[in-house]
């Protein structure tokens, strides 16, 4: 019973060291909060690409509404993930959380936007034309 005990840990133990994981490669609390940082100014970055083609592309009156409401998106992302957040707010964990929060609504306002601007001449559900 004991061996099968030891070989079953032993099975569970190399599942979990050749399980893969995801591309962090940081160790410390420290380098996982600086990754997903790093994760968030990169989904930021191609938000602000996004949002400048989609201003390149739409009327003036759309310019100044997506203006609008990218100021009201923004403050949105940040107190949803100021909310979801709470609970870490006094933990070394809470700029990963938080990182990771505003990343996941940055990368679906990104998703958002591109829908925007690939939409065909005369789509009635595409704002700012």
Known sequence: MLKTCRILACCLLLALVATPRSPAIAQSQAELNEQAGND???SDKKLNETYQKLMEKISEKGR???RNVEKTWISFRDQECA???MGT???SVHPLVLAECLTRLTDQRTKDLAAQLNCEEGDLSCGGQ
Do not use: D, P, R, Y
């Open 40 to 42: 968030f100014k990169k």
């Open 64 to 66: 100044a509404s997506l």
């Open 89 to 91: 707010v006094e933990g």
């Open 83 to 85: 909310f979801e957040t």
